[in-house]
């Protein structure tokens, strides 16, 4: 009996093992089962949510009003399209103004003043060589009667004279400066032989401001001295704009006016220009003893020609390259704009 009761037990206790067991599993199989349960009724409860949404107005992005669907003119038939009937392309103002007129002027103007000037240079030349060829000949008596119109053909060509200088009808021109220093020109009537008519008019030279007075410089004013006057025979000189009148009431004179002073004093309207040797040591006792400085014997006409010819031909490359350049301009830097086509 005691032995069967030990089996009993041990068998009651092997059954309470496997119900404890089975009892684990089924507590582990419950929370398997609700996790389930739940997992399928969360799709049913989100698609509820999005549902929800889908009923609720989206916002606006903007605040206006939406516009009124009213019918279209391509649904027209009659409707032209502006494909059809495009607007047109105008320029706003001309292409070129009054100023291109202007630009095509300027290298006409300038090119005749630069071929202009190529002939002023072969006159000027041409006049230089002869007045050249005349200051290296030998000085001619100058006859006692002049004839004024052939000055021109003997300009700068040598000449002497004989008389006494008239000191008492001396007149100055000035101001004049010679290095540095302010003085005037002396212009002494020389009076030759008896006859009073045949006084020609003399440019002694240059004495300082300080000798302006005669009594001042005795050496140069020898009363009835007979001179051997040797200098070059002139044109009369020219007056420009800026050169006041002279005053001979007053006894100014401000330019060589040869017939005015001619008429002054009763001579001949011959201009002479007295020359002196160029030596250093003269100059310096001339103008220490206030006698007039003559000039040298030589052409001082200036030429300049060549100069002009360079500054009107290159203004006129220039300004010609400006004009090919300004109408050579293409059509889009012109300001354009579009006008409405009316014709519909």
């Not at 019918?71 to 320029?91: A, K, W, Y």
């Not at 220490?288 to 031909?313: C, D, K, M, S």
């Amino acid at each position: 009996m005691a032995a069967s009761g030990s089996i009993f037990q041990c068998l009651l206790r092997t059954s309470q093992q496997s119900l404890g067991k089975r009892a684990a599993q089924a507590q582990i199989i419950i929370p398997r089962q609700t996790a389930t349960a739940q997992a399928a009724a969360a799709p049913r409860f989100t698609t509820a949510r999005l549902s929800s949404k889908a009923t609720t107005p989206r916002r606006q992005f903007t605040t206006s009003s939406r516009r009124r669907q009213t019918q279209q003119p391509g649904d027209d038939p009659n409707f032209t399209s502006i494909l059809d009937n495009p607007p047109e392309l105008v320029r706003t103002g001309k292409r070129h103004g009054k100023g291109l007129i202007i630009l095509a002027i300027i290298p006409i103007t300038a090119l005749f003043l630069g071929t202009w000037q190529v002939y002023r240079l072969k006159w000027k030349t041409d006049l230089i060589a002869k007045s050249e060829d005349r200051i290296i000949r030998p000085p001619l008596p100058l006859p006692p009667r002049v004839d004024p119109d052939a000055i021109a053909d003997f300009d700068f060509r040598r000449v002497y004279a004989e008389g006494v200088y008239r000191h008492d009808q001396e007149m100055l021109i000035g101001p004049r400066m010679r290095d540095g220093e302010q003085g005037y020109m002396v212009i002494t009537p020389l009076e030759r032989g008896d006859d009073p008519s045949t006084k020609v008019l003399v440019n002694r030279g240059w004495v300082s401001k300080k000798f302006a007075d005669q009594r001042s410089r005795p050496d140069s004013v020898k009363q009835g001295e007979k001179v051997r006057v040797e200098g070059m025979l002139r044109e009369p000189w020219k007056k420009n704009m800026f050169t006041p009148d002279n005053r001979p009431d007053i006894g100014e004179f401000y330019f060589p006016d040869v017939k005015q002073m001619a008429e002054l004093t009763g001579s001949q309207p011959v201009w002479i220009e007295q020359t002196i040797v160029p030596d250093i040591i003269t100059y310096y006792d001339y103008e220490a003893r206030g006698i007039p400085i003559g000039r040298v014997a030589e052409v001082n006409l200036r030429n300049n020609h060549a100069q002009y010819i360079f500054t009107w031909y290159g203004l006129a490359a220039a300004t010609s390259i400006m004009f090919w350049l300004v109408v050579k301009k293409p059509a889009n830097q012109i300001t354009k704009r579009v006008r409405m086509n009316k014709s519909w």
